[in-house]
């Protein structure tokens, strides 16, 4: 009881006092001259945002960046050294061969489908669509712990002898194979796909949607002329439709990229980054919060920022392309 | 026509049923661990759940995992979700929807330079800047003696700033259609900047301010990482707990199994609430990476 009042309580206090801070700078602003409060009354409105991300984001990120060249307690500089000590270290390269792997699959899957899911919702009448796309948009409003709870059951393994449970290896053996412990099996990144396949679960109502808005504002004339030139479904997809949502399509990929980038909690949740399922932002994680080396947890996120930062260049030039449409 | 309208119906079944395929697909492994949170221990690890699907009336229900789970721990962690949630969603979008009234309206020296700032943040991942902020923290609580780690506090300064970027966006997005004429009338009227802003500019954004505010309510309710850097172990979030309780499901999957539906509800009433501003967000390009 007490905490639900002690929450409350900070709720109220929380929004209280952020609002008197713009009244009060507000307030400290009419007190000048009419002449400067005129000029100078964007500070009011946009300081507290400037220093918020001044002070959380853009300082601890170069903060980060200075840590990647010091020791584990950033007491003394050491060159290089973290970075020499991750590209020569199997295990790490292992990481970025994970993350590219994540990065060369995920997106591109989450595309195809949601773009499969838009087309075929789009030919099934109002009713049905409404129906499907909210069951395959679901996932959307699941925590990534929470979907990672819900496939470890489906991917769950019992010791032989014990009555199967998981649904996979229920499958499995139901085709005449023996159960395995899917997620501790590392041949061929077996088990980062699985984990893949739970990232490409959340993310493809997301694509599907934003797709199958391109997809109706797709002038129908251009389809009928095709389909009276004698197209087959395919062609008319393939011809007419894809080239005019293709734009759409590049930006949900992008958006999705940037994502699996950063992917983290679902290989907490799942494997803990054992058996070789280890991504850079779990990484990060481990060097710090395990070990507690800061300096090489800075680097490892360093490398990240940087292999971010060509996407940066790509999200600018998003941007910039529709201030130019306004 | 006759044959054109014969293939668009065989077309429409055919599609019908691979979209019920994949919506199975789709929705089996919630389900499954659904009806598992809903068995007794003892018959769902001799018995798999579909076996309790097939044949509903034979089967034990119970709500059992569902008690322990909230007993365990999980209705305090209700709480605490709520606490960093509700303040979490507020107070970004309160700083956002004031910064993008600056960059919409306002003239000013760097307006480009800020702007472009921002829009280059957004990719930021937000491990980046986690070690120094907390450091910082803790410097704080040393040298001013101000509690912030494992507090609600740090979670809503930091799940704001995070916000910062894709809010004030958006939000500008927004503004930048309002009708300018409007806010010029005010301005001769002898309206002052902070009374254009909250009685003209704050009302007219409400439908951008909603759509941003699901995604920022959703986003914070399922962070893991924040909640478990800021605020931790003492006022531990329900992901944080149902994580835990992941960890030990060894012991059988029904608490994990009603511990993850207990950590849905909330989420799952606002997704089906208010599906229609989900969509119209994302298609005003608020997504969250």
Redesign the interface.
Known sequence: MS??I???V??VI??AA??GL?WLL?FLL?MLPERIS?KA??L???T???V??L???????L??VV?SFMDDRVKAWVGFKNYVDLFTDKRFLGILLNNFLWVLVVPAITVAIGTA?AT??N???PT?ERV?K?????????????A???????Y?YVPPG????G?LN?LVRWIGFDAQPWLTMDQGRLNSFLLMAVVV?LQ?G?SM??IS?AIKNVPEETIEAAQLDGAS?WQVFAGVVLPQVWGTVMSVFV?VL??V??V??IV??MTRGNFTTSVL?FE??KQ?FENSN?GP??AV??V??LL?GP??YL??KT?QQ?EAL? | MIKVMHLLRR??LG??I??II??ML?????V??LI?SLRPRSV???????EALLNPIGTVWTLDAYRNSLEGGML?SL??T??VT??AT??PL???A??A???TF???KGKEL?F??????????????????LR?MVWAQRTFDIQLTGT??SA???H???A??LA??TLRNFM?TLPNSLIEAAKVDGA???QI?WRLVLPMSAPAIASFAIFQF?WV?????IAFIFVGEQKSVM?YQ??R??GQ?GEG?QD??A??FI??IV??I???SL?RF??RG??A?S?K?
């Open positions: 905490d639900i002690f929450g409350l900070s709720i929380g929004i952020s609002y713009y507000n009419s005129r009354s964007w009011a409105f946009l507290p945002a400037a918020l991300v002070l959380v984001l853009i300082v601890p990120l903060q980060t840590w899911v075929l919702t030919q099934v009448g049905r499907f909210s069951l395959i948009f679901m996932p959307m409003a699941i925590s990534f712990v929470a990672a709870t819900i496939w470890s059951y489906f769950s014990r009555p199967e449970v649904l229920s679960w493809v997301y949607v934003v808005a479904a958006t940037i994502l980038m950063k983290f909690d907490l949740s932002a990060w994680y710090f800061i947890a800075s996120v360093t990240l920022v971010i996407l940066m999200q600018i941007v529709q306004r | 077309m429409n599609s019908t691979m979209l994949l919506v789709w929705s089996t492994p919630t499954g661990l598992t769902a690890e001799i018995s798999p759940w579909w305090s709480i605490n709520i606490a509700v303040p507020i107070l309160m700083i956002a004031n910064a009234y600056a960059f306002l003239k000013f800020f472009s700032t921002l829009v280059a943040l957004m990719v930021i991942p937000v491990q980046s800047s986690l070690i120094p902020v910082g609600y506090v809503w300064l930091v704001s700033a995070f910062m970027p004030i966006y930048m002052s900047y902070y802003f959703l309710w399922n962070d893991y990482l992901t149902l994580l309780l992941l499901y999957w994990v199994a511990g993850s950590s849905l989420p799952l606002v997704f089906f599906q989900i969509v994302l298609l390009g997504v990476g």
